[in-house]
């Protein structure tokens, strides 16, 4: 199964901070990878498919890059509906695999 | 807009079994690959199976294998789970998700409690 290790666990930022999420997978997946954001007692939802296509209606200052093994989600300015949990998902080989999920906190 | 509403969750004995549903709307169902993924109280996500549009491919993950069966009804637009031999470890929150590039719109959740 491919590892998905995702860093930092936990951070703690302020509105307007620029915040950046690393995930590194095991082997290549190619740019298989999603971004998920969790608020709690919600449902995730996606962000970013295909490591850096913005899904529709997510705001802009949400953008991914990488490919291969190391992959990066970036808020370019917090704001406070972003604090919540993020999961990167590899969908490049089954069983898919989720990261440990970052949260992030005020 | 898209809407996936799963249902069927409740509490159930050690090693009895119980079968969610997920019920789309707003999507071509027969066209998207079905997901369900779960999150165990104050753990991460899991995803748990995946059936494709055609119905021909199924994939799990090693922790259910052989215990869940995924299936779909293209007919009623609904995708269900299938779960036998239950033990404490299968508690979590149940979502189905359509498919695609990885799970992409997700409903509510439904919740799954295994205990004596």
């Known amino acids: 199964d491919i590892q998905m290790t995702q860093s930092p666990s936990s951070l703690s930022a302020s509105v307007g901070d620029r915040v950046t999420i690393t995930c590194r997978a095991s082997?290549?997946?190619?740019?298989?990878l999603g971004w998920y954001q969790q608020r709690p007692g919600k449902a995730p939802k996606r962000l970013m498919y295909?490591?850096?296509s913005l899904e529709s209606g997510v705001p802009s200052r949400f953008s991914g890059s990488g490919s291969g093994t190391e992959f990066t989600l970036t808020i370019s300015s917090l704001q406070p509906e972003d604090f919540a949990t993020y999961y990167c998902?590899?969908?490049?080989?089954?069983?898919?695999?989720f990261g440990q999920g970052t949260k992030v906190e005020i | 807009q898209v809407q996936l509403v799963e249902s069927g969750g409740g509490v159930v004995h050690p090693g009895r079994s119980l079968r969610l549903s997920c019920a789309a709307s707003g999507i071509a169902f027969s066209n998207y690959a079905m997901h369900w993924v779960r999150q165990a109280p104050g753990k991460g996500l899991e995803w748990v199976a995946v059936i494709s549009y055609y119905e021909g491919d199924k994939y799990y993950a090693e922790s259910v294998e052989g215990r869940f069966s995924i299936s779909r009804d293209n007919s009623k637009k609904s995708v269900y789970l299938q779960m036998n031999s239950l033990t404490g470890e299968d508690t979590a929150v149940y979502y189905c998700?359509?498919?695609?590039?990885?799970?992409?719109?997700w409903g509510q959740g439904t919740l799954v409690t295994v205990s004596s």
């Open positions: 295909s490591a850096s």
């Open positions: 998700a359509t498919g695609g590039s990885g799970p992409g719109h």
């Open positions: 082997q290549d997946i190619r740019n298989d």
């Open positions: 998902l590899q969908h490049n080989y089954y069983p898919l695999t």
